[in-house]
């Protein structure tokens, strides 16, 4: 008889754990800071947006509004949304923490640039666009769900976080916003903004960078191209190419940079910069050595990207070594001020 008594109370507190563990789990459900707990056949549609998971509150970034053209139309939007998705396209979510605020700020940096400095004659009216060939890269947020699934929240989490613990923080030079260019990553050195554009900035010169083989995937890569492809391709370029029959004579005096990228070189009796060689073969960047096989021209790249400013992976890889982003930032534009802190 005593153990029959007791089984209401057993089951009394069989359902008291019940209901503690359901709280639990949904608490973990709403978190932002933490993991989103979703099941793995969870769609990244079910998820908030990340407009959702911006604090309220007004902030510099949120309070100035800025027009951004995608495509043919112009939006208008708070300067911290247009960062967070632009931040979010330019650099991997799961960089370090004081990388994607080096990251925040550049951009940041940029736009200030380009209201303050130097507007874009591409398109006067807007002062940002969406074409990383022109500005930078943007990612919606429908995009950005849909590349990172279930790691949604957990990724724009962090984006978010690196856009509003830097607000309105900017670099200056001379008083003035910089043009803050980035790439992803350098040849063991970056390259002054002297030797790709015209412009010879003082912030944007030449420093080392510490890129390795085994932190930066692709850091290394071939391209092979036959002769025949080879001189079809500057011919079509430069039709007054002449290739004879001295395979050896076809390069010559290769010219490069401080940094060790090829600045220039003859081909067939015509010269070219690097740029242009890194445009005709679809090179990661004019960090290239070039060797001869018995059918083939080889080209060996190190680094990703024109180099000029602040490498993305070696910004990383400075983060991990414990680097804040004001001293990562302060390392790549030399002679800098960051504003705003």
Known sequence: MRIVKQIPMILIKLVLVVLVVAATAAVTLISISGPYAISPEAGSASLPSFDELIPEGTRTDSALMIKVLFGDEIVEMPLERYLIGTVAAEMPASFQPEALKAQAVAARTNVMYRIDVSPNLRHPDAQVCTDNTCCMAYSTDDALR??????????????????????????????????????????????????????????????????????????????????????????????????????????????????????????????????????????????????????????????YGHGVGMSQYGANIMAMAGNGYDTILSHYYTGIEITGT
């Open 146 to 303: 849909e590349r990172w699934g279930g790691d949604y929240v957990k990724n724009i989490t962090r984006v978010i976080d690196a856009v509003l613990e830097t607000d309105g923080v900017y670099m200056t030079y001379g008083g003035k916003p910089i043009f803050a260019v980035f790439h992803s990553s350098s040849a063991g050195k970056t390259e002054a903004s002297r030797y790709v554009w015209v412009s010879d900035l003082p912030y944007l010169v030449s420093v080392d960078s510490p890129e390795t083989p085994e932190l930066v995937p692709g850091f290394i890569t071939t391209v092979t191209v036959s002769k025949p492809e080879f001189k079809d391709i500057i011919t079509n370029v430069r039709p007054d190419a002449l290739f004879g029959e001295d395979e050896e004579s076809w390069i010559t005096d290769v010219k490069h940079t401080d940094s060790g990228r090829i600045l220039e070189l003859t081909i067939g009796g015509a010269v070219f910069k690097g740029t242009e060689l890194r445009s005709m073969f679809n090179l990661r960047s004019t960090a290239v050595s070039i060797d001869w096989t018995d059918s083939d021209i080889v080209f060996t790249v190190t680094g």
